[in-house]
């Protein structure tokens, strides 16, 4: 047995600041694992004057925080948003068909300023209807230079079992880290705590353990069985990264994959 790695997707954040000081400025990627819905993977704010500029997911609207509806763009039908500002980090957010409100947000970037909360609600005729969250990471969030992070391309020659063609990781929070496949991801704090991951059946969730700052050690769990241990160490020079996996098949055996990277971008 082996886990199937997916290949290849890949995505670099970039944070943009077009008027410093305000929280919700920047580049924001959604984070499966802690959101119900997985519309608009990446979200894009500018400030512009005293005009909220948004861009998610082919969605797009320019509008002032005034309360008064301002056209949306992306959608099939006429659609219209209007903002309201509540304080520095929280903004109500009301979307509108035909002048009627369909759905409601709440935006809530949080203290440190490296996660964006939207909670969303399609709305009733009575203005009520079941919420949904969506929990986006900053550019900024997990900052410091992590020997992990960055794009990963699969060398065929000193591989050793099925593997993606590439990966991707991202730092996530304090020493966590997010890995992006075709098939799969995950975002996990290394904790050593079980979180959700996505696009796999061979495993529903994984913990993270640091052995030190270039090794890492992921454990793939089906339910509370462990799928496979996957023990990841980046190179001297950052530029190797070599992950061992090993578990026993549904037929009992023992089995050791050994993959290689080779690093594309930091």
Request: glycine letters at 12%; a neutral charge; aromatic letters at 8%.
């Amino acid at each position: 047995m082996s886990l199937t790695w997916g290949g290849g997707a890949a995505f670099i954040v970039l944070c943009h600041l077009a008027a410093a000081g305000d929280p919700f400025l920047g580049n924001w990627t959604l984070d499966p694992a802690r959101s119900d819905i997985r519309a608009g993977l990446r979200v894009t704010i500018e400030i512009r004057g005293k005009a909220f500029d948004y861009s998610s997911g082919g969605i797009q609207y320019t509008a002032l925080m005034d309360g008064e509806p301002y056209p949306l763009k992306g959608l099939s039908t006429p659609a219209s948003v209007s903002l309201k500002r509540i304080d520095e980090r929280t903004i109500e957010r009301t979307y509108y068909r035909d002048g009627a409100p369909v759905s409601g947000a709440t935006l809530t970037v949080t203290p440190n300023g490296r996660f964006l909360t939207v909670k969303s609600r399609r709305l009733d005729p009575e203005g009520k209807g079941r919420e949904l969250i969506s929990i986006y990471q900053g550019a900024a969030a997990g900052a410091a230079k992590d020997p992990f992070s960055g794009t990963w391309d699969r060398n065929p020659v000193r591989t050793i079992g099925n593997s993606p063609e590439g990966i991707v990781f991202e730092a996530f929070g304090d020493k966590g880290l997010r890995l992006i496949g075709g098939t799969h991801e995950y975002s996990a704090a290394a904790d050593g705590k079980d979180y959700r991951t996505l696009g796999t059946i061979a495993a529903n969730s994984v913990s993270l353990e640091r052995i030190d700052a270039h090794t890492l050690k992921e454990v793939w769990k089906d339910g509370a069985k462990t799928a496979a241990t996957v023990k990841r160490v980046i190179s001297a020079d950052g530029l190797e990264m070599t992950a061992t996996v090993t578990g026993i098949t549904p037929q009992g055996d023992h089995f050791e994959n050994i993959f290689v990277y080779r690093r594309v971008t930091h």
